[in-house]
């Protein structure tokens, strides 16, 4: 069961001191409604586990602002006469009523236009160098392990991999045995050889390295990891292709599509906020209307 946030004390003044001094009272908040419907304190409380903010009323007015756009929703899907058809999903999770009727009625309600082939193009032709196939490395590695946390076990760890690759530096014809003797990877079986890797497929700050790293000679200080600390070698890198229009055609009107589709949400919103009589809060241009309301399920 989660955990109700207790906000409380967000909205009420503090005790008045015995001295007789009367403490100044803080403004309680305007009840929240649409159209008259009240959504609760209690809920708003329930929904701030979903909006982390640096600040208690931030999380708060967040929270009421997703109630809200859900509430909109669902007394619009009524006033049209959605019959909910709730889905379940592969792993056999079933839609709410409530959630079925938001969904049904943005699938009704909300037309996305498809993106044509020349504004795929013209995407395409501005930002072409980022349609590329990634960096193919070969590799070799010998990871001596430290758990993350242990200051001592890494420290320890470190000075380890660098006597190794200080060994490698000197005769490189040790790697494939120090990979045997001192590696914490099944790697170590294959003389460290991670085979070809690329983006990825690699945890981040070792995919990073390896963007660096000299080709043919062991690194000169170990790559460090969560797991613990690399000696690396990268044999050979093979540098990623430019990818054509046709290859990245789908992705990009994919892409639009999605954009498109939240810009339209986001409007439907504003629309149905326009009509609407809201107490309470300022429903202002979301970053991401859908987001809003799929927390609020």
């Known amino acids: 069961m989660a955990t109700v946030l207790d906000t409380t004390h967000l909205h009420s003044a503090p005790h ?168 914490a990877c099944s790697s170590r079986d294959n003389g460290g050889a991670l085979g070809q890797i690329s983006r990825g497929q690699t945890v981040p700050e070792f995919e990073s390295a390896l963007a660096n790293a000299p080709v043919g000679e062991i690194m000169p200080q170990p790559v460090e990891t969560r797991y613990g600390f690399h000696a690396v070698i990268v044999d050979r890198r093979i540098g990623g292709r430019e990818l054509p229009f046709e290859m990245v055609h789908e992705a990009i009107a994919d892409w639009l599509a999605s954009r498109s589709h939240e810009t339209a949400v986001r409007q439907y919103i504003g629309m149905l906020a326009g009509r609407a009589t809201i107490t309470g809060i300022t429903l202002d241009a979301a970053a991401s209307p859908l987001e809003q309301e799929r927390s609020a399920g």
């Open 16 to 183: 008045a001191p015995t001295t007789g001094t009367k403490a100044a009272s803080l403004p309680r908040p305007k009840p929240v409604s649409v159209n008259g419907v009240t959504i609760p304190r209690a809920h708003i409380g329930r929904e701030t586990q979903h909006h982390p903010a640096a600040k208690p009323i931030d999380a708060w007015t967040a929270a009421a602002r997703a109630l809200v756009v859900r509430e909109l929703l669902l007394q619009e899907a009524r006033r049209l006469g959605i019959v909910p058809q709730p889905l379940t999903d592969a792993d056999g999770r079933r839609e709410t009523d409530d959630e079925a009727l938001v969904r049904m009625l943005i699938d009704e309600q909300v037309v996305t236009p498809e993106a044509d082939e020349p504004t795929c193009r013209r995407i395409y032709q501005q930002r072409r160098a980022t349609f590329r196939s990634s960096d193919l490395y070969g590799v070799r590695h010998i990871l001596v392990a430290a758990a993350p946390g242990d200051d001592a076990g890494r420290a320890e760890a470190k000075v380890r991999a660098q006597a190794i690759i200080a060994e490698v530096r000197a005769d490189p014809s040790l790697f494939p045995h120090r990979a045997a003797s001192a590696s």
